[in-house]
């Protein structure tokens, strides 16, 4: 429970930081700036991966704030890119604390032997991890089944299918996104999501997880602004009356729940936990074989005599 903590607080500084910045937009004083760096410098004390925050700001200046043009033709690539310049020389105290917080992580997970070598997991390995999990985040957003504790990283095992076919849908949303992106909605959250998920997705490997529940908890608000801005709008050209969608938002959040209270109750005790893991994951380690025959032995009971 305490990594799942970890997780939350960055976004805890992220809100702190947008509160702050909103303030500081709107009366440009060097205090209120101080303010947003000392929100993200608490974020960056919580977890390192809060190191994308700066990025994430450059989106918000692309909406909802729209302080960035979208690009249409020659002459409104000109402007985006002037514009982008004086908002990258606005966040480089951010960016800067964002870089310096990167080194000192990976200096302290190589001395600590945490971060895994090329010898242990090859570039080609892990990059085709990173396009898979992408996928496999978006799915369990959108059908949160299949859930365990730890994903054991594929290593090589992953077919050459997979990884194509996890490229080639990222390169389809994208390309979609892309197309539409007078809904800058669809950019903000597709955005969002890719980048806020780059420092965990196993490109600079740490440990031997293939990915983690809890890495997408704050990415994946990027995917519920794209999912809300998208239904509210079909629901207008629809003309769906309140009552409706508050119906089906009901009804989402009771399936929701007992999705929940189901998962739940792997967490009573370690042996269900790995004991779930395993048969959900089908990891075959001697831990999780050791796990299994616990359970099993609990359940039947002290040997008769």
Known sequence: MNAVLLFLLPGCGLLGMVCARGRFRARQKW?????VVACFALALLSKPMAVTLPAVFLLLDYWPL????????????????KSLRALVVEKMPLILMSIASSWVTVVAQKRGHAMSGVAVLAIQQRLGNALVSYVKYIGKMFWPSGLAYYYPHPGNRLAAWQ???GG???LAITAVVWRLRERRHLVFGWALFIIMLLPVIGLIQVGLQAMADRYAYIPSSGLFVVLVWELRGTAERLRLSTVALGITATGLAAILAVVTVVNIGYWRDSITLGAHAREVTRLRT????RILELRYS????PPKQ
């Open 31 to 35: 205090r209120r700036y101080l303010a």
């Open 66 to 81: 729209e302080r960035l043009p979208v690009t249409h033709s020659a002459g409104n690539a000109n402007e985006f890119w």
């Open 163 to 165: 990884i194509l076919a």
């Open 168 to 170: 080639l849908l990222l």
């Open 286 to 289: 001697p831990e999780s074989k």
């Open 298 to 301: 609990i359940a039947e009971g």
